[in-house]
């Protein structure tokens, strides 16, 4: 079994025939299979086993962020590709409240003529 560190590039990963590993997976990563079988399990919470399979052509996207446990199927090696999303980053939402505010006070520039 091997880990492997979390990255914000996208990347290839393969898995030799029977071959299991973990995978950090960030939340909104799609994970998309392009040769062989995958069964995925999402990190470990409150004792629940769920499992998901990928097949060659699919695509899934991960829910939850941590340690995913990725398996190729016995018979062929597994290829897939993953997908990390773009950063987001977050307005402050005062922000636009504080620009309207500002237009808002300010003094009208009227002609009178």
Request: proline fraction near 7%; avoid cysteine; charge should be positive.
């Amino acid at each position: 079994m091997t880990a492997t560190t979390p990255t914000s590039e996208p990347e290839w990963l393969a898995l030799g025939s029977g071959q299991t590993g973990l995978h950090w997976l960030g939340a909104r990563t799609t994970l998309v299979a392009l040769e062989g079988t995958l069964r995925l399990e999402p990190p470990s919470r409150w004792g629940a086993v769920v499992r998901y399979t990928l097949g060659a052509g699919h695509a899934h996207v991960v829910e939850t962020s941590g340690w995913w446990r990725l398996h190729a199927d016995a018979g062929i090696d597994a290829h897939l590709r993953i997908v990390v999303p773009p950063l987001r980053t977050h307005r402050r939402p005062w922000l636009g409240m504080w620009r309207w505010l500002a237009h808002w006070i300010q003094p009208r520039q009227t002609s009178h003529g």
